[in-house]
């Protein structure tokens, strides 16, 4: 009799640890599935927020258009650039601790720019 509770006993230790072994295996799964899903929905998000900067930059192009006399749409273009720009700089100034470098955008060629950037960065690093 002794013999069959120690085999019982062995047996409900092996069905825990089996058990345990589950549980450990259905947090991570959900974990997992948890992550996926908030990087989804993040992208959703940032969908939606290029999509209403879109909007706004179509609906700021029309109205400025329409309200001033001589201007193209692509001088509206390029004055809504130039502040993005200056609101960029603004930012980077404003939160510190940033190495950022400036490079003219003066060739259509990407090969040249990212060379021209690698340069520059090797550059830094001396």
Do not use: W
Not at 16 to 25: F, L, M, P, V
Not at 50 to 55: C, D, P, S, T, V
Not at 56 to 78: E, I, P, T, Y
Not at 86 to 97: E, P
């Amino acid at each position: 009799m002794l013999r069959s509770l120690v085999g019982s006993e062995m047996c409900i230790r092996d069905r825990a640890s089996s058990y345990a072994a589950d549980t450990d295996k259905i947090k991570m799964v959900k974990a997992a599935e948890a992550d996926a899903e908030a990087k989804r929905l993040s992208g959703v998000g940032l969908a939606e927020q290029r999509k209403a900067a879109i909007l706004g930059l179509q609906s700021s192009v029309r109205n400025f258009s329409d309200n001033v006399d001589n201007v193209s749409d692509k001088d509206v273009m390029a004055l809504l650039m130039m502040n993005t720009y200056f609101d960029a700089i603004k930012d980077i100034a404003s939160t510190g601790h940033n190495s950022t470098i400036f490079m003219p955008n003066t060739t259509p060629n990407s090969a040249e720019s990212t060379q021209g950037m690698m340069v520059a960065l090797a550059g830094n690093r001396r």
